[in-house]
């Protein structure tokens, strides 16, 4: 039996699509064997000042002369449009989903709550066809009331924020509304290219077989989440604040959101009698705090089914948890086995755009690899775009400061907002396999490129 090849080189373009996530594992074999692709995400939410118009498609196609107009497998992590928004199709087969389609993926990776064999309630996947369409009703249903939402926002658009540079109320429900609803499309195209003949489905969730094993020879890839209902009920629930995990302000930070200084006028003269402000916050913001938190609550639970995988290739450990947020990382983070593999990875990809509760301390402390600026140390990946989501007045900008400060400080920091040219869109890091055990020395930070259109 012949034995079965292992890479001798790998590449991460790394893609400045703003707010969102884009990356393409280019997998080099020694000849004759052909290289492999595996496109992680494909979505955005806003882009770069002078990126030029349509990005994503410029992205797509960037991506299909990248890996020769064949790739081996798709990995769409979760249905925000910030991550699959790219794989949306046109009626004119121009949309960059279209083109990602002409590359005829082997195999498409989902969460398996994604799974349109799964019922609306299910706590695993199923595979009948009733529950399948139970599913499809469900998520129609979510998206129909995220609309709903929007729409409501805009009737309300009198509640905002007296603070300058605060974000409005209606800011927030579209960013998170609109997040979770701009989809459909792209959700329809993963479905095909999975159903396509030759190809593959994989609906996964922690500890199953990601599908790309066969595709990958000489790769370990686990799957370390998002857990099944059946597994854990975390993922239902998520908790505003938590010291010990959270990325939160420092104390004597800025005022928190609600606090008696929205109140307040310009030069922070008091508008409103003091013993008055409460009665007065809530009079204006009991509704439109209660149809955000709802929006928020379908934006939380779609972030705590992101897929998280973890590549492992001749001792160079690589994490893509997509937008895993702490109720997804529990799960994973209470087994020993998996804190000792976690504990040695090489490359990190930011989760969830450097937000709160994406990189939990107890994972981040794992990290043998984090240290001072020196030779050995961890690659962080930030894919992200200021000033979208959140605001520092209020402690909720991503990325959050204090996180942004920790990878800064004990990692090697390759943010995409640092790639500020009209052209460099995409930023290759070169990892030889040829050495026998990972060394610094071994990964190559390129200078950005402009995209191959």
């Not at 498609?57 to 992590?77: E, I, N, S, Y």
């Not at 009733?130 to 249903?141: D, F, Q, T, V, Y």
């Not at 300058?164 to 960013?175: A, K, N």
Request: charged share 25%; aromatic share 6%; glycine share 8%.
């Amino acid at each position: 039996m012949a034995k079965k090849p292992s890479p001798v080189g790998l590449t991460l373009f790394v893609y400045q699509v703003g707010f969102g996530d884009c990356f393409l594992l280019q997998f080099q074999y020694p000849a004759p064997h052909p290289t492999r692709h595996v496109l992680v995400d494909l979505g955005s939410t806003a882009s770069p000042k002078n990126a030029g118009e349509k990005l994503l498609l410029r992205v797509a196609k960037d991506v299909r002369a990248r890996c020769g107009g064949k790739l081996d497998a798709v990995v769409a992590t979760h249905r925000h449009e910030d991550h699959i928004g790219g794989f949306a199709t046109n009626r004119t087969g121009t949309a960059p989903g279209d083109v990602i389609a002409s590359c005829k993926p082997d195999l498409v990776i989902q969460p398996w709550t994604e799974d349109p064999a799964a019922a609306r309630d299910a706590l695993k996947p199923t595979q009948t066809l009733a529950a399948g369409l139970a599913h499809i009703a469900g998520l129609r249903a979510m998206q129909g009331f995220a609309s709903s939402a929007v729409e409501e926002a805009r009737r309300q658009t009198q509640v905002g924020s007296a603070v300058p540079g605060r974000r409005t109320f209606l800011e927030d429900v579209e960013f998170q509304g609109l997040d979770a609803i701009k989809n459909e499309s792209a959700v329809k195209n993963l479905a095909r290219m999975g159903r396509r003949a030759g190809a593959k489905a994989a609906y996964v969730h922690f500890g199953s077989k990601s599908g790309l094993e066969p595709l990958l020879p000489g790769v370990k890839i686990q799957v370390l989440g998002p857990p099944t209902l059946e597994q854990t009920d975390i993922i239902r629930r998520q908790r505003e604040r938590d010291e010990a995990e959270y990325w939160h302000l420092q104390p004597g930070g800025a005022p928190a959101a609600g606090s008696a200084a929205e109140l307040r006028g310009p030069a922070g003269r008091q508008e409103i009698p003091e013993r008055h402000q409460w009665i007065v916050r809530q009079a204006l913001s009991v509704r439109a705090e209660t149809l955000y938190q709802l929006v928020r609550a379908l934006d939380n639970a779609m972030n705590n089914t992101s897929v998280i995988l973890l590549f492992t290739v001749k001792g160079r450990t690589l994490l893509f948890p997509g937008d895993a947020q702490i109720e997804n990382w529990s799960y994973a983070l209470a087994k020993p086995e998996v804190r000792k593999k976690l504990a040695k990875v090489h490359l990190y990809k930011v989760g969830h755009h450097g937000s709160l509760n994406a990189t939990p301390k107890s994972m981040w402390n794992l990290f043998q690899h984090r240290g001072p600026k020196g030779a050995a140390r961890l690659t962080s990946i930030l894919s992200t775009l200021g000033d979208k989501h959140g605001d520092s007045l209020s402690g909720t900008e991503v990325p959050r400061t204090t996180l942004k400060k920790e990878l800064d400080a004990h990692s090697e920091l390759l943010s995409t907002q640092d790639m500020r040219s009209k052209t460099a869109l995409v930023k290759p890091i070169v990892l030889d396999l040829t050495a026998a055990k990972w060394t610094p020395e071994s990964l190559k930070i390129h200078d950005a490129q402009p995209l191959l259109e």
